[in-house]
């Protein structure tokens, strides 16, 4: 059976950190491009980062570059996302998603594409 699961998160005053586990069973992480995505209250799913399969080169929207940090534990089969310098607009639930192998490089905005996703996380940032 193809399953991640996401473990972390929690809640975070702001300027906090906090770090999310998606660790997949059944398929190996590190032959796929995973994603997180973030969908607050009242909006839309969107992409935060991502890592590609191909080169490991990852990516970032705007609002998260220099605070997210995306990396891979191979041994683990796990891809983390560190979250620092949390902001009240942080607040949403993350999720966890990887590409099947068949994609080399990321989709950070074409969520359609990921096949497998975690449960879902929820970060709450509130001082």
């Known amino acids: 059976q193809l399953e991640i699961v996401q473990s972390g998160g929690g809640l975070a005053q702001p300027g906090g950190s906090l770090r999310l586990s998606c660790e997949a069973s059944?398929?190996?992480?590190?032959?796929?491009?995973v994603g997180w995505f973030r969908q607050a209250p009242g909006k839309e799913r969107e992409g935060v980062s991502c890592?590609?399969?191909?080169?490991?080169?990852?990516y970032y929207v705007d609002a998260v570059k220099g605070r997210f940090t995306i990396s891979r534990d191979n041994a683990k089969n796990t891809v983390y996302l560190q979250m620092s310098g949390l902001k009240l607009e942080d607040t949403a639930v993350y999720y966890c998603?990887?590409?099947?192998?068949?994609?080399?490089?990321?989709?950070?905005?074409?969520?359609?594409?990921?096949?497998?996703w975690g449960q879902g996380s929820q970060v709450t940032v509130a001082s």
């Open positions: 890592i590609s399969r191909s080169d490991g080169a990852t």
């Open positions: 998603a990887a590409l099947d192998q068949i994609f080399t490089a990321c989709h950070l905005y074409d969520a359609g594409l990921y096949s497998y």
């Open positions: 059944g398929f190996s992480l590190d032959r796929s491009s």
